[in-house]
């Protein structure tokens, strides 16, 4: 218990979300609302909501990682997708892997996280 079971991200608009975050994660969606979407993560883990707002804030309240086999590669399919790398990868340290942030194509700001090596166990070691 205590773990995250659902992240909302803000969007100014629904459907280049849906394309951008689909293309770059392999997120698929569902309508439930007029103004919100919900995301499952294939494979698995958590899942969450895109949200209508006016204007997307400029600094995240709550920092959510995303988990990627490569950040650099990744980085550059966001990129690709007209979103900006914010802090390129970074080592950690102590084994604890990589990070990196980034604006998605609307300015949501959100954060990458790569295992230091295949056998790390998910999630960042307390």
Known sequence: MGGFVHIEIPVRDLKRA???YGKVFGWTFRD???EY???EIPGGGVGGGLFKVKKVPTRAAVNAYLEV???DAKLKEIKKARGKTLKPRTEIGGGMGSWASFAD???A???LWQRSSPAQQTGLPM
């Open 109 to 111: 700001v959100l954060f």
């Open 105 to 107: 194509n609307q300015g």
């Open 37 to 39: 979407v919900l995301f």
């Open 69 to 71: 086999e490569d950040i």
């Open 32 to 34: 439930v609302l007029r």
């Open 18 to 20: 849906k394309t951008f």
